[in-house]
DNA sequence: TAGGCTTTCCTAGAGGTCCTAGGCAAATGA
DNA sequence: TCATTTGCCTAGGACCTCTAGGAAAGCCTA
């Protein structure tokens, strides 16, 4: 019997692509090795479980996302750099639903941490050009994570499709108040 | 054999404090059914499948979360209402976890679209103080759901506990921005 | 190149969840 | 009182998770 040539790597990225095909949810061990058409015992000799295999898709998800944002803001700061933050976050959100679900569910502390960490750092980053220093960056930063995060959560939920106006124009009418609120953030 | 009493309702408050209790991903059928004494088959006769018992949950906790909503505006206006609005969601996604993540996770565009409108009408009843209008407010209350959603949700996912910075100073703060940006909104 | 070692994938199986079909008994009401 | 409706049952299939133990593939060394 030809061996099908597993890792965990391969396992994370190929659960990573069934989430952002089938939602995150439906993403099972079994499913998954049907995929590689392999018995699904045979994947526990490279993840440990199936929460296991979640928090290595939200890993490399955090990752991809932080490659994204820091491509993103390199060269901008002000609000050309928060448009540019947010955007990236957003888009990563549309073109990858499973993963972007994976980071918001799945995130075990211990093991995340180090992706988190890079991530936060990356916001600060994005921040820079406003001025701001702790703790009000921090607080900032924060306002900034909620705010892409609930849009872009709320607007894959579909909560924003009850009304007629355009998500679009609401999406650029929030970035022009972040904006504003950050420039006049007091110290 | 005496009967259990069982009906949608009550399966659905049943799931509802099940959910708050060990979370709701964890509410399944079959724990349901062993918390009346009963076999999980005759669940069946009240709820259609799982998915049905979810999105009543949902439509549960969203009307309860209207009700607080609405209980927090009454007679205030401006930034009182805009803080007592905020802190109802906040508060009641603190004392009930399970059924906060049901209303995110589990709306059925279908069956939700009533408690999401009254839920919807609230929020822009917690804006009139502003003085804006349709499209300005819709956008308004867009920002508004995510700025709060957003908080609540990473709040609750640990994304805050990494830093020192007090997380009740950052919502505080998060509020002030709210307000000056509603205030200063461009009609 | 033959033997041993490690890794990879297998079969077998236990236990859990979801859900349907069909049956009997309790509650309801004519 | 008896027929009807309703509520809960047993039985069972399909799928998922995960463990234990076995066999073969690939690698290493003598």
Same mark, same amino acid.
């Given at each position: 019997m030809a061996r099908a040539g597993l890792s965990a790597d391969r396992l994370t990225q190929a659960a990573a692509d069934l989430a952002d095909e089938v939602?995150?949810?439906?993403?099972?061990?079994?499913?998954?090795?049907?995929?590689?058409?392999?018995?699904? *015992?045979?994947?526990?000799?490279?993840?440990?479980?199936?929460? $296991?295999?979640?928090?290595?898709?939200?890993?490399?998800?955090?990752?991809?996302?932080s490659d994204r944002s820091a491509e993103a803001i390199a060269g901008r700061s002000g609000?050309?750099?928060?448009?540019?933050?947010?955007?990236?976050?957003?888009?990563?959100?549309?073109?990858?639903?499973?993963?972007?679900?994976?980071?918001?569910?799945?995130?075990?502390?211990?093991?995340? *941490?180090?992706?988190?960490?890079?991530h936060t750092e990356l916001t600060r980053a994005a921040l820079r050009g406003y001025g701001m220093w702790d703790p009000?960056?921090? $607080?900032?930063?924060?306002?900034?994570?909620?705010?892409?995060?609930?849009?872009?959560?709320?607007?894959?939920?579909?909560?924003f499709h009850s009304h007629p106006r355009g998500v679009e124009a609401s999406w650029l009418r929030a970035l022009d108040a972040l904006d504003s609120v950050l420039r006049a953030w007091p110290a």
């Open positions: 939602g995150f949810e439906n993403v099972t061990v079994s499913a998954l090795a049907r995929h590689f058409g392999v018995k699904d *015992a045979s994947l526990y000799s490279h993840i440990r479980n199936a929460q $296991d295999l979640r928090t290595r898709m939200a890993v490399l998800a955090l990752a991809e996302l609000k050309d750099a928060l448009v540019a933050f947010a955007s990236a976050h957003r888009g990563y959100a549309h073109e990858h639903p499973g993963r972007y679900a994976a980071v918001q569910l799945a995130l075990d502390p211990d093991v995340a *941490a180090d992706s988190a960490v890079r009000e960056l921090t $607080d900032a930063v924060r306002l900034l994570h909620s705010t892409l995060h609930g849009f872009v959560s709320l607007e894959r939920s579909g909560a």
